[in-house]
């Protein structure tokens, strides 16, 4: 691993623990990922696994994995333990740290995952007979629910991203230097100047049964996935592909209520999705005790709310300064 990776780091022992615990996956702990159908994620306990933390300390769970299989997490965990230990991802020392939104951590989870991905296909190659580990996760990616597409996602489209920035495992680092700061970057191959994302600002004001809470940013990526889950993938694809900027706001009172709202890059973007987030509305407020609507806000700016069937709430504002009334 050291001389695939050009690099002197000596990996720590490997500690054999049962993981199975661990592999749960649940974004549906945040409620509005469950009103949007993004439920809980479970894995096969007889696959392998492993993780790695920040330190540098490696644990592998072999489960009932061949030795190829085994073999493959570990190199996995050993390209994260370099990442750590060769200060491979600025980020991690960094004086100044931005809010960590859904995107940003989307993003960075795919930047490491989709490194050890890369090196881990290169290592199998070279040594292995064993498919590629990239090919598995884009098999599970493409069969996933919303939650398992969400998860297998930072593999699947980091290892892509990757294996577009460098041509050897030796030079991964460099995959760090100008990195993505949002998922549309990731996607599409982009650095933090060339699709910076566009200026927002969404602000609530609420009556007296409502307050305003916690405001996020879901990304690109996550937006795509959101929609695949009621519409066609292409469909989805397309209509999240002009993903400006977003902001979720949440709004509490006796229930919970959300208004997303998604800046495109331009009027035509937002032409598409306007349609698209209204058949996702559609079906999805068939299947879940919640009343959805659209609103388009401006030119560049469409708005879904979420919330219980009395939900009085309006949003106006321009391209880049939303309001969201609740009553």
């Known amino acids: 691993m050291q001389s695939l990776l050009g690099t002197d780091v000596e990996p720590r022992p490997v500690e054999v623990r049962n993981l199975t615990e661990r592999r749960g996956y649940d974004p549906s702990r945040y409620e509005f990922f469950r009103l949007l159908g993004v439920g809980n994620a479970s894995f096969d306990a007889d696959r392998p696994g492993g993780t790695t933390t920040t330190g540098g300390a490696v644990f592998v769970h072999p489960a009932n994995g061949t030795p190829a299989r085994v073999e493959q997490v570990l190199v996995h965990e ?45 290592y199998t190659e070279r040594y292995l007979d064993a498919p590629a580990q990239s090919e598995r996760v884009a098999e599970r990616y493409a069969d996933g629910d919303p939650a398992e597409r ?50 927002l600002s969404v602000a609530a004001e609420t009556g007296d049964e409502w307050r305003e809470g916690e405001n996020d940013t879901l990304g690109e990526l996550t937006a795509r996935i959101v929609l695949q889950s009621e519409l066609n993938d292409t469909v989805a694809r397309e209509a999240a592909a002009g993903w400006g900027a977003d902001e979720v706001v949440g709004m509490a009172g006796d229930e919970q209520a959300y208004a997303w709202v998604l800046r495109m ?52 504002g321009d391209d880049g300064n939303v309001t969201v009334t609740v009553e």
């Open 78 to 122: 050993f390209v994260h333990a370099t990442q750590f230990n060769a200060n491979m991802l600025p980020w991690l020392d960094a004086l100044d740290r931005p809010r960590l939104t859904n995107d940003l951590l989307q993003t960075r989870l795919a930047l490491v995952e989709g490194g050890a991905v890369y090196v881990t296909d290169a």
């Open 150 to 199: 969400l998860f297998y996602a930072r593999y699947y489209f980091g290892s892509r991203y990757v294996a577009a920035q460098v041509d050897d495992p030796s030079e991964l680092e460099r995959a760090y230097d100008d990195y993505p700061r949002t998922t549309e970057q990731l996607l599409h191959n982009l650095t933090p100047g060339e699709e910076p994302a566009r200026n």
């Open 265 to 316: 890059d331009d009027a035509a973007e937002a032409d598409e999705l306007e349609p698209a987030l209204t058949a996702f509305a559609d079906e999805r407020g068939d299947e879940v005790d919640a009343a959805f609507a659209v609103e388009r806000v401006a030119d560049e700016t469409v708005a879904l709310t979420v919330g219980p069937e009395s939900l009085d709430a309006t949003v106006t």
